[in-house]
């Protein structure tokens, strides 16, 4: 649904308007997302493998989730394309989070710095994450799910498991948030 459909579409239901935050995307890098969290890349020192037939990266993230006895839980996540817009994020309070797209498809990330007061709509930044790169959220780290760009995408999810307390807080955002991408 485009932006405008979508605003005529929510005054007409709620019987108010939507009011946004425009924020435009950016390239994904290791300096740009460091008070969030980790870029994953083939990027930096490398070791050859497999008799010189393979490259390998080392310790490309610190993984925070074994506080209390925490296992990993590895799965993987499809998501359907959706409009460039929310009002509402995430953290998780007792890991990190990796998600790692299969198929090279792009995404969007978005991000705002961990706090005890929620995300402030004013501090979120969005980011291009390329099909050769993936993230590591840090603990507490306040995000949205990912925007696919290039179709229905799958990823490699990576997060504390086993029987913890919750771990998720969702909370509203004052104003919507749309993006776009340069």
């Known amino acids: 649904m485009k932006l405008d459909a979508l ?3 929510y005054k007409e239901e709620c019987g ?3 009011e946004m935050r425009n924020v435009t995307a950016k390239p994904l890098s290791g300096k740009g997302f460091e008070k969030y969290g980790d870029v994953i890349s083939t990027e930096g020192q490398f070791s050859v493998i497999n008799q010189g037939t393979g490259l390998k990266w080392n310790d ?4 925070d ?3 209390g006895g925490g296992i990993v839980n590895l799965g993987i996540l499809r998501t359907k394309s959706i409009a460039p817009v929310f009002s509402q994020m ?12 299969l198929g090279g498809k792009r ?3 978005a991000v705002a710095p961990a706090n005890d007061e929620g995300p402030d709509p004013d501090e979120v930044e969005v980011f291009v994450m390329e ?5 590591s959220f840090f603990r507490k780290t306040w995000h949205h799910t990912l925007f696919p760009l290039d179709g229905e ?6 997060m504390r498991g086993g029987n913890i307390q919750r771990d998720v807080e969702l909370v509203p955002i004052k104003n919507n948030i749309q993006f776009t991408v340069i």
């Open 7 to 9: 605003k005529q579409t």
């Open 16 to 18: 108010m308007t939507i």
């Open 60 to 63: 490309l993230v610190g993984f």
């Open 65 to 67: 989730m074994h506080e």
């Open 90 to 101: 995430e953290r998780h309070l007792f890991t990190s989070q990796i998600f790692i797209p």
């Open 107 to 109: 995404s969007l990330v």
């Open 131 to 135: 099909g050769n790169q993936g993230i």
């Open 153 to 158: 995408t799958e990823y490699i999810l990576m």
